[in-house]
């Protein structure tokens, strides 16, 4: 029986972190679990963005094709496996209007099994493991990204009373449980994770099980992403808001940011 891992989010939850750790200490985990992470599925991914924002079926049963082409060419030998990407519960909410939550993520996560099944272990000991968020916190890491990636031109307030319905983490959760059953699903809000000894990664590493001799040789490592001073962050609002073009929106906020980059 296979240890399998799957961490599919949630976006805006430590995921970044999360997955950096287990690349920066790749060579002791590599013996005991493959990895595989964001960037390493990249073309299952799209069509699990695609999937959630109402490509279909075909769409659905593209991800399955290239998912499990992909985990045919693991090397797996007697290793477990952990996947983390959170893209495979779909696209974000808020960058995409035709996103509705998390609505697809159940039914992407049980095609996730099913190639699991078909290419790993037809029995394996699968857990799915969801890094959650308390929602406002949640809402407002999800408002900066898209004030810091798009031209939205919304406020805190007004994007979260447009999102906040739309998205519940823990129902999600509860309905992946029903879809994926009988496997394993877990999650833990950020905010308990990050005083945790691995931060956001720390779920991830006890769910390996790695020797203790391996285990307590693992190095932390900075967090990414953390939300900046709210003066940047209103300043990227105004300048969403204005008539400069997109290319030298695009300068400006990386000039910004880069000079925040320095202060820290």
Same mark, same amino acid.
């Given at each position: 029986?296979?240890?399998?891992?799957?961490?599919?989010?949630?976006?805006?939850?430590? /995921?970044?972190?999360?997955?950096?750790?287990?690349?920066?200490?790749?060579?002791?985990?590599?013996?005991?679990?493959?990895?595989?992470? @964001?960037?390493?599925?990249?073309?299952?991914?799209?069509?699990?963005?695609?999937?959630? &924002?109402?490509?279909?079926?075909?769409? !659905?049963?593209?991800?399955?094709?290239?998912?499990?082409? *992909?985990?045919?060419?693991?090397?797996?030998?007697?290793?477990? !496996?952990?996947?983390?990407?959170?893209?495979?519960?779909?696209?974000?909410?808020?960058?995409?209007?035709?996103?509705?939550?998390?609505?697809?993520?159940?039914?992407?996560?049980?095609?996730?099994?099913?190639?699991?099944? &078909?290419?790993?272990?037809?029995?394996?000991?699968?857990?799915?493991? *969801?890094? /959650?968020?308390?929602?406002?916190?949640?809402?407002?890491?999800?408002?900066?990204?898209? !004030?810091?990636?798009?031209?939205?031109?919304?406020?805190?307030?007004? *994007?979260?009373?447009?999102?906040?319905?739309?998205?519940?983490?823990?129902?999600?959760?509860?309905?992946?449980?029903?879809?994926?059953?009988?496997? @394993?699903?877990?999650?833990?809000?950020?905010? @308990?994770? /990050?005083?945790?000894?691995?931060?956001?990664?720390?779920?991830?590493?006890?769910?390996?099980?790695?020797?203790?001799?391996?285990?307590?040789?693992?190095?932390?490592?900075?967090?990414?992403?953390? =939300?900046?001073?709210?003066? !940047?962050?209103?300043? *990227?609002?105004?300048?969403?808001?204005?008539? =400069? &073009?997109?290319? $030298?929106?695009? $300068?400006?906020?990386?000039?910004?940011?880069? @000079?925040?980059?320095?202060?820290?």
């Amino acid at each position: 029986m296979t240890r399998v891992i799957v961490h599919a989010g949630f976006h805006k939850t430590g /995921t970044t972190t999360a997955q950096r750790f287990l690349m920066h200490n790749g060579k002791l985990i590599w013996p005991h679990h493959a990895i595989a992470i @964001q960037h390493r599925i990249r073309h299952p991914l799209k069509m699990a963005l695609a999937y959630s &924002t109402g490509a279909g079926d075909l769409a !659905l049963d593209e991800f399955r094709f290239r998912l499990t082409a *992909f985990l045919k060419t693991l090397d797996m030998g007697n290793r477990g !496996l952990i996947i983390s990407a959170e893209n495979l519960s779909g696209m974000m909410p808020g960058k995409n209007d035709l996103v509705d939550g998390y609505s697809a993520c159940p039914t992407l996560m049980q095609a996730v099994a099913e190639c699991i099944e &078909t290419v790993i272990d037809a029995n394996p000991d699968l857990v799915f493991h *969801f890094s /959650t968020r308390e929602k406002p916190a949640w809402l407002r890491s999800i408002w900066w990204h898209n !004030l810091r990636k798009t031209r939205l031109t919304d406020d805190l307030e007004t *994007f979260s009373a447009i999102l906040g319905p739309t998205c519940d983490l823990d129902k999600t959760v509860k309905q992946v449980r029903r879809a994926v059953g009988p496997y @394993q699903v877990v999650s833990e809000r950020l905010e @308990q994770t /990050t005083s945790q000894q691995f931060g956001p990664a720390t779920p991830l590493i006890d769910l390996l099980e790695l020797p203790d001799h391996r285990r307590t040789a693992l190095q932390n490592i900075p967090r990414e992403n953390v =939300m900046p001073s709210l003066d !940047l962050v209103h300043e *990227f609002l105004a300048l969403n808001r204005s008539t =400069m &073009t997109n290319t $030298a929106l695009k $300068a400006r906020k990386q000039e910004l940011l880069e @000079q925040a980059a320095k202060l820290d």
